[in-house]
Each structure stands twice: as structure tokens, then as C-alpha cells.
């Protein structure tokens, strides 16, 4: 004999559906989108990192919510100027994931700063890569591994790059990569 299904039932079914809708939506608008870009005549396709991208290293804080702790890192980070048309340039920011990063990748990125006139910069995770924190990584030292001193990195980072290239104030940034930061 067949149950009937209560109104959470009803809800959950409804809302499932709905999420699977919207997954296959979404792949069909990756795949769309990817061979569309493929008919663009010099569009390369694919995340190779350019090896001739000059690497620096910015000193970040290990812990952006005391004011109290003035421990720092050194955090590496990739530039790449050559298409940038001034102090007004919009700059790209490549937030590397969690590993170590290869750079500024190739292919739609650098393409796109050429056509807005943009600096591309590309900014290793903390704790990943070269860019150690604490060379131990025990529950202590890991507690300053959270999405939050991530993202506060990108913005302290973001405030140095419009100092260090001398950009305007109005100077606009776009985050593009990454993962949860």
C-alpha cells in the first residue's frame, strides 16, 4: 500500500528537483560557454601558468583580528604589468586556491587584460606553496588557517598593489580563480 506524502515531503522532493535543475542548467551554460569561446579566432582554452611572470613577496600578517600579534609572513605573489595603460587601469587579482600556485595562468586571462588595459596579479594562499606561515602546522599554528584571514589577505594585498603600482583611488579590481576566499 502506498504512503501519502506529507507537505514536507512535497517540499523536499520539490526542492531536489529544483537543485538539479539548476546543476544541469549550469553545465549546459559551462559547456556552452566553452565552445563558444573556442570559435574566437587566438582564444586558447585551458590553465597553463606563465613562468615568466615576475614573483614578489608582500609581508602579510599572520593574524589580521589582533592588533595585539605582529607576527608576519612572506607572502608570494605574481605581476604582470605589460598590459597596463596607467594609474587608472583596472587590475585582475587571480586568488590562488589551496596549493601551491603556478602564477598568473594563461590563455583568458592575459587575453583580457590586454583588450581593458589591465595589471594581472596572482596571490598565493596562505599556508600553501611558498608561502608558509608557520613551518610547523600544528592546531595552534592551523587556527590562523580560515577562510576569514584569507579574505583579509586579498584586501590587504589589494591595498598594497594600488600602492605599489600607484594607482588611483578609483582604480577597480576584479577577482577572478580561487576557491572559498
Request: charged share 15%.
Amino acid at each position: 500500500q502506498r504512503e501519502k506524502m506529507t507537505p514536507l515531503h512535497h517540499r523536499v522532493v520539490a526542492s531536489a528537483s529544483a537543485l538539479l535543475l539548476l546543476l544541469l542548467l549550469l553545465c549546459c551554460v559551462a559547456v556552452t560557454m566553452r565552445v563558444h569561446a573556442e570559435r574566437v579566432p587566438g582564444f586558447k582554452v585551458g590553465t597553463h601558468f606563465s613562468s615568466s611572470a615576475p614573483f614578489a613577496w608582500f609581508t602579510q600578517r599572520v593574524d589580521h583580528f589582533n592588533a595585539l600579534d605582529t607576527r608576519t609572513f612572506q607572502q608570494r605573489y605574481w605581476y604582470d604589468a605589460s598590459s597596463m595603460k596607467g594609474a587608472s587601469s583596472p587590475v585582475f587579482l587571480y586568488i590562488c586556491g589551496e596549493a601551491e600556485c603556478g602564477g598568473i595562468p594563461q590563455g583568458y586571462l592575459p587575453q583580457v587584460a590586454q583588450r581593458f588595459g589591465a595589471l594581472v596579479v596572482a596571490l598565493e594562499h596562505r599556508f600553501y606553496g611558498a608561502s608558509v606561515v608557520f613551518e610547523e602546522h600544528t592546531t595552534e599554528n592551523l587556527v590562523f588557517l580560515s577562510s576569514r584571514q584569507a579574505v583579509n589577505d586579498l584586501a590587504v594585498f589589494a591595498s598594497f598593489v594600488r600602492q605599489f603600482f600607484q594607482l588611483d583611488a578609483d582604480a577597480r579590481f576584479v577577482l577572478v580563480g580561487g576557491s572559498y576566499p
